[in-house]
């Protein structure tokens, strides 16, 4: 006899208050049941209806209710718990269980060896270079010590970054001159102030307010981050580079703590889903994201073209300036040189 069949019968023998008392027990047991074991909360900063919210963070999130049969769930924060920043330490002082951002955010020397998947030329599709930037960084720079105090569950890179601005077309190396331009910080900062432009930081979120505002020229961006963040009708010029003029590496880290109250069976489940499956994921959402961009800002008048000759020649001197300086100032024990060039192995890129 089930159990709903014993508290039927039951009831019956105790009239009609009775089975309705055991009936609302029997309810009250099988919610209890169905409840997650462990509630997990994660801060999001990317507008909500950001593709790679859209696309990957939530679907992911999802599917860990589902692999762990519902014994863990994930509820994706509609506003952040903080600046995007500091959703880094977010995560590691417990302040949100899950947390995903820029390592070039945090403006100081922790996330170095990350840079390897912040150079120019890396690749031009995000899934093979967010991969590749999962493998090495993993396996060549000890990327787990660098995020000491979580537990890393996703490391990835966007689509190939290119150079916006609403002053001139980039027909040669001096035109760069003097163009204030927003930079996610990192690499790419060098590489603009190599270039003659001059760096400003901020998160992607203050770029339409100082576009719009005249107290920046362009930003250095993805094709989808132009339509994602409402900022076609203040670009007039955007140049494209062969495996990207720079890229940017990104975390999805949880709490320590958290993941180590996670029975060893769930976390299983949940690293099935994490890692290289989603690097493989969100690169998908990013250049779905990317392909359909493209068509907005064509129809929105954007010039888009291919960096010349003489303008690649000078970023290729830059870049290959700037990785030598960062490799060079690696601690004992990594070679960032050979982890730069297998990373380009493994894209396919041919500098």
Known sequence: MTGLNRLTTLGAMLGTTGGAVMAGLFAASLSGSLKADTDLVLSSWLPPRHPV???AIKPWAKEIEEVTEGRVSVRVLGKPLGSPPAHFDMARDDV???TYGLHSFSQDDRFTKAEVGQFSFLGDDAIETSKAFYTVYTEDLDAEKDHEGTKLLGLFVHGPGLFHNNQRKIETPEDFAGLKIRVP?????????????????MSSTEVYEKLSRGVIDGATFTYEALTAFNLTDDVKFSMTVPGGIYNTSWFLVMNQGKWDSISAEDQAAIESISGL???ERVGQAWIDADSAAVAEIEEAGISLDAAP??????LKASAGALENDWADSLPEGYDGAAAIARLREITGVDQ
Do not use: Q
């Open 53 to 55: 919210v859209l696309n």
């Open 96 to 98: 949100a269980d899950i």
């Open 185 to 201: 910080g990192g690499y790419v900062a060098s590489l603009m102030d190599s270039l003659g432009a001059t760096p400003l930081f």
């Open 277 to 279: 499956a989603f690097a």
């Open 309 to 314: 000759e003489s303008v690649l020649e000078a």
